[in-house]
């Protein structure tokens, strides 16, 4: 029994599929863990959520921003984009039992001790017990009666740094922001979202989240991550791992076997 943890896959179900097949991937005998960001920008959004639906208990994620993003439309909160390319998902039959099913995935794993998964990373802040409990704190609403009021405040980039003492909003949209869309930090703890490049084209005022110190990592655990593909996969830094290569633009989708730690990748190019 393997364990694998596949970077973005933003709906590129056919390079999925092909990788998973390099590998021997058996449902019936692996695990599947998605780092989130199912959906979004590519191509065969459906095919996608049809096929890791299909994988039952064989499949787990955390959620991305855009599969947040697709709870948002499909509450009406949001409008879809057409580069979002999700309307034969959101035209479906069966969109309601994806929605039920993908709002209850989490923003936090723990597929083993002393390893986390989120979709952008760790606040440099938490300890990764702390995100876990934070996490927890946004599927309680998500999976909740009220879950479409929830997604209704949860869009906004403020307030940019935590405060145990937050409440409310403003603390759901500070979890929400640090787990699914985080990159850079000013000022060493405080959330910036307006820079995507790879670290070296950066603002020297911005620091990658994973380079600023974080006194609660504990120097045998790691995280696991994805959200930023202009890394290309690398953090240069023991304890982060990325996993997000850029399928979808046209560079690489990657598979960490978790066991051996030895990744996998599929060109684009090769897939088409
Ligand atoms: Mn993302």
């Known amino acids: 029994m393997a364990t694998y943890i596949v970077g973005d896959i933003q709906a590129c179900f056919s390079g999925l599929v092909k ?13 599947l863990i998605a780092v ?3 959906i979004g920008r590519g191509p065969e959004a459906l095919e996608t959520i049809e096929y890791l639906y299909s994988l039952g208990d064989s499949f787990e994620t955390v959620l991305g921003n855009h599969d947040l993003h697709l709870l948002a439309i499909y509450s009406g909160i949001r409008k879809a984009k057409p580069n979002d390319k ?7 039959n069966h969109i309601e039992k994806y929605i039920n099913w993908l709002r209850k995935k989490p923003l936090a794993l723990q597929p083993k001790v ?16 702390q995100a876990l409990a934070y996490s927890n704190e946004i599927s309680e ?6 879950w479409q009021s929830f997604l209704s405040i949860m869009y906004g980039n403020l307030p940019t740094v935590w405060d145990d003492k937050l409440t409310g909003a403003k603390r759901s949209r500070f979890i929400v922001n640090a787990l699914t869309r985080m990159r850079f930090v000013k000022d060493v703890n405080s959330l910036n979202f307006d ?24 120097s045998l655990q790691k995280v696991i991550f994805g959200h930023w593909a202009a890394l290309n996969g690398s953090t240069h830094t023991r304890q982060a791992i990325a996993l997000d290569t850029g399928f979808v633009w046209g560079n690489k989708l990657t598979l960490l076997d978790l066991s ?4 996998h990748s599929i060109k684009y190019k090769e897939t088409q």
């Open 19 to 31: 990788l998973l097949d390099s590998v021997g991937f058996s449902a019936r005998q692996d695990k």
């Open 36 to 38: 989130g960001d199912l």
């Open 86 to 92: 999700l309307d034969l998902l959101l035209t479906s």
């Open 114 to 129: 002393d390893i986390l998964i989120t979709h952008a990373g760790l606040y440099p802040q938490w300890s990764i017990k």
């Open 141 to 146: 609403q998500l999976t909740g009666e009220n």
């Open 195 to 218: 820079c995507k490049t790879a670290p070296k084209d950066a603002n020297p005022n911005l620091t990658p989240w994973f380079a600023v110190s974080n006194e609660k990592l504990k």
């Open 260 to 263: 051996t730690n030895i990744r």
